[in-house]
């Protein structure tokens, strides 16, 4: 198992990644220098170098928006799924796990299940640094299924369009994500990933 400053420092990269496909406001690039400070990863370096200059509050409102050019939910690309089943097995995990969202974007959507994934590996770091080894290995069960269940379903798609736009950080972005998302021997594969339950998932004793 890693240890807890690894699990930091991957927290650390999901909120960067979180942060930088947010909406641009008046702190954003100094929050982006800030949150960036610990990372190792040249993509998210690179990704928050460039968004110094190119990032604007118009252009993610193309993007992103409600008629905008990125599709960003997940429950737009399950098709096999209600959209109320994918929010609410969201939701539950959310309430379970203490994840409070400040943002006003649906549960499914790409900002919410990165900032959630965030949350989550916060936890591990937590738990291995407490040695609570029996927790950290349930959580990062919890990880898995948040990757392959929900992320894996459009994250292909997602850097994809964020390349299309041909904007330098956004690109970045959607390398620093594949790699977390989709390793190298799943990308090109069919969108469809095993999708269970959070009830499946049982805590491990210590």
């Not at 909120?15 to 100094?30: F, G, I, Q």
């Not at 790409?110 to 770091?125: C, R």
């Not at 994500?177 to 004793?205: C, Y």
Request: aromatic fraction near 8%; charged fraction near 30%; hydrophobic fraction near 40%.
């Amino acid at each position: 198992m890693r240890s807890a400053d690894e699990f930091a420092e991957q927290a650390g990269d999901w909120t960067l990644m979180r942060l930088l496909l947010a909406r641009p406001s008046d702190n954003w690039r100094k929050q982006l220098l800030a949150e960036s400070a610990d990372t190792v990863d040249p993509e998210l370096t690179s990704a928050v170098q460039m968004a110094q200059a190119e990032g604007n509050d118009y252009f993610h409102e193309v993007l992103f928006g409600a008629d905008g050019l990125l599709t960003s939910r997940e429950s737009d690309y399950r098709f096999e799924r209600d959209r109320g089943a994918v929010i609410a097995d969201l939701e539950g995990m959310r309430e379970r796990f203490g994840f409070s969202w400040e943002g006003t974007e649906p549960a499914d959507h790409i900002l919410a299940l990165v900032g959630l994934m965030a949350h989550i590996v916060t936890l591990q770091a937590e738990a291995v640094r407490d040695d609570r080894i029996g927790e950290a290995l349930y959580l990062e069960g919890i990880a898995e299924w948040l990757r392959r269940g929900h992320l894996a379903w459009f994250t292909e798609q997602i850097a994809g369009a964020l390349n299309a736009t041909q904007v330098c950080y956004l690109s970045h972005v959607a390398h620093a994500l594949e790699q977390r998302v989709l390793p190298a021997g799943e990308r090109g594969k069919p969108a469809r990933r095993p999708s269970d339950s959070i009830r499946d998932h049982k805590p491990k004793n210590s």
